[in-house]
């Protein structure tokens, strides 16, 4: 059983805005549903969202504007992860190999399931907080649309994901959906001025397919010089350029191991890209280089490797070789770019 992040403060990030609005008029006014999906890309503060609700729905003075009022009984232990009315569903770490689990457990949600079978403390709103979605296995999926079906009262299930159609129908068509999209290019651009002075905010969003919060992952981690070494292995690829298996092995760097978590990353930086070409597809994107793959790659072999990514994040989370899972995709990428070419 695992709780929110402590934070000291709920930010509202200005492309939060519209949306938040509207959540909290359906707050005040009681037409709140019970069954959330918080759905949309990587890096445009899904979480953060989540944890405002969270944190409006717990606090005991909130304002009309659906602020947490950060000083009662609610909001400190919210803040400190420790509120009995908030659970927070996530994978959890495997003892043994020190890596993620793949799946959100069946115990996790049993514990879960046995919280909300107890009285409400303090007689204010449960939430539950699944993060993501996508780690629901089939049982777990029954499990969780058992609580959506017969919720008990005030309980307010939030489920996270950024591929709301891979999820079962039976789960989609029962919540109440809620999409944060890329921001708009100067709204994100300006936002990320202030967090990163000194730095081109321009080329940091673009390395990000426009999300801001990847954006600035990337700068704090250090990957943002990988991710675009990354994108010029992937148009090389395209262009036939460079051998699939040869910029496989070069997705690590020099002397550094190919690590499960450094594929993921991989992975997202790939499922970025596509979701640029499908951009660029519909005349939202200005990348030259996207924008002519666009015009070469039809939009069915984006969605196949779309379909191909969620597969590989799954393996890797198990027990899949990471080298073995980056040149599968690479080499799709370039028989599907190529194919596109010819």
């Known amino acids: 059983m695992s709780t929110a992040p402590a934070m000291d403060d709920i930010e509202i990030l200005p492309w939060h805005a519209a949306l938040w ?16 999906l918080l759905a ?17 729905l717990l606090c005991e003075q909130v304002g009309d504007d659906g602020a947490p009022c950060g000083r009662c ?70 499990a969780v649309l058992k609580t959506v079906e017969e919720p008990p009262p005030g309980i307010h299930i939030v489920l996270i994901s950024e591929r709301p159609m891979a ?39 673009r390395e990000a397919g426009g999300a801001p919060l990847a954006a600035l992952e990337a700068r704090a981690e250090g990957t943002s010089q990988h991710q675009a070494s990354w994108r010029e292995m992937l148009m090389a690829v395209a262009s036939q350029k460079l051998d699939p298996l040869a910029a496989a092995a070069r997705i690590a760097p020099a002397g550094a191991k190919l690590t499960p978590e450094l594929v993921q990353e991989w992975l997202r930086h790939l499922h970025r890209v596509l979701l640029r070409l499908l951009r660029a597809m519909a005349g939202f994107e200005t990348d030259p280089a996207l924008t002519g793959l666009a015009r070469r790659i039809g939009a069915s072999h984006v969605e196949q490797l779309l379909a191909e990514i969620v597969e590989s994040q799954r393996r890797v989370l198990g027990n899949a070789n990471p080298q073995l899972t980056v040149e599968s995709l690479m080499i799709s990428w370039w028989r599907r770019t190529g194919a596109a070419k010819a």
Not at 21 to 36: K, P, S, Y
Request: proline letters at 4%.
């Open 73 to 142: 009984r609610g909001c400190a232990q919210r803040a400190a992860g420790t509120h009995p009315n908030l659970t927070w569903l996530a994978r959890e770490i495997n003892a043994k190999t020190d890596k993620e689990k793949r799946d959100i457990s069946m115990d996790q949600l049993r514990a879960m399931m046995e919280r909300l079978g107890l009285a409400s403390h303090y007689g204010h709103s449960r939430v539950v907080v699944i993060d993501p979605a996508d780690a629901l296995n089939a049982s777990g999926v029954n």
């Open 167 to 205: 999820l079962a129908p039976t789960m989609r068509s029962r919540c109440q959906r809620l999409s944060l999209s890329i921001p708009a290019r100067d709204q994100a651009e300006a936002w990320l001025r202030t967090r990163m002075p000194g730095v081109d905010a321009a080329a940091a969003l």
């Open 40 to 56: 949309g890309p990587s890096g445009v503060g899904k979480r953060l969202f989540a944890m405002r609700l969270a944190a409006s």
């Open 21 to 36: 609005d509207r959540v909290n008029d359906a707050r005040r006014t009681g037409r709140l549903g019970h069954a959330l």
